[in-house]
Structures are given as C-alpha cells and as structure tokens.
C-alpha cells in the first residue's frame, strides 16, 4: 500500500512536471538546437531532475538502494523539481522593462525609507528650536510642541 502510493505520487508528479514541457512548446524547441533562455534551461534542468527520479525509483524497485537513500534522495528531487516549477512560473511572467524595473525599485526604497524615518518633526513654533527626539515639549524654550507631518 505504501509502494502504491509512493508509485502513485511519483507517476503524479512526472505528468506535474514533464506536461507542461511537452504541451507548450517542444516542438519549437526541437527546431532550435540550443534554447539558452533562462526558461528554457529551467525546463532542461526539471527533465534531468525527472531523469533522475526514474532512474532513482528504478534503481529502489531492483533493490540496489536502501530504503533510507532512497525517500532521501527523493525528496531532494522533488524539492528540487518544486523549485524549479517556482523559477519557471517566475520566468513565465510577462517580463519587466528595464524602466519599468527601476520605478518600482525605486518606489519600493522610497516607501522603504518613510517607514524608517520618524514621521514628524519637532521643531518649535515659537522659538524654531529643532527639537532632535519627539517631544511635548520644546527642550529649548518650553513651549507645547505639536507633532506637523514631515513634508
Ligand atoms: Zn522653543
């Protein structure tokens, strides 16, 4: 029962990683001698990471791998084939241009630094005096200070 389901999870997870390989464009991929997209090296890595579970479970059902290297090793394989999965569908996503890349970069480190900063100045109505910590009351001249929103 517990080889059944073993042979079952690794029959689920060939189709979970060679169809997407088979039914998108292999066809096209097999005119072009060398793809060297990053795409396409992640799917050559995730064949010979399937490579590498058949012969892995071949090698278990003749015997020639204790019980132990083998759920081991498996579960790196898949761990590994997840992995790759993940980086696929990252690669997959309509790609940024490089303008498009630095505004968000940049807005991300804007917002970034606004959290960071403390929100409100300090600095005294009365007497200008810029007081350096958050305070309610101006250490210079005493006054009430009322916290403004830092423009
Ligand atoms: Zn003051």
């Not at 073993?6 to 189709?15: D, E, K, P, Q, R």
């Not at 012969?55 to 204790?66: M, N, P, S, V």
């Not at 606004?114 to 250490?139: H, Q, S, W």
């Amino acid at each position: 029962m517990v080889l059944l389901g073993a042979v079952l999870i690794s029959v689920a997870l060939a189709v979970f990683v060679v169809a997407p390989l088979l039914a998108a464009d292999g066809a096209r991929q097999q005119v072009l001698p060398i793809d060297v997209t990053p795409l396409a090296d992640l799917k050559r890595r995730r064949l010979v990471v399937y490579e590498n579970l058949q012969d892995l479970e071949f090698e278990y059902k003749a015997g020639k791998i204790a019980r132990q290297d083998y759920d081991s090793l498996r579960q790196n394989y898949t761990a590994e084939a997840a992995q790759l999965m993940l980086a696929s569908q990252e690669a997959e996503k309509p790609a940024l241009s490089g303008h498009a890349f630095i505004e968000r970069e940049v807005l991300a480190r804007r917002a970034r630094r606004r959290a960071a900063a403390p929100p409100d100045e300090y600095t005294c109505p009365k007497c200008g005096f810029e007081n350096p910590l958050p305070v309610k009351f101006c250490g210079d001249c005493g006054a009430a200070i009322v916290a403004r929103k830092r423009k």
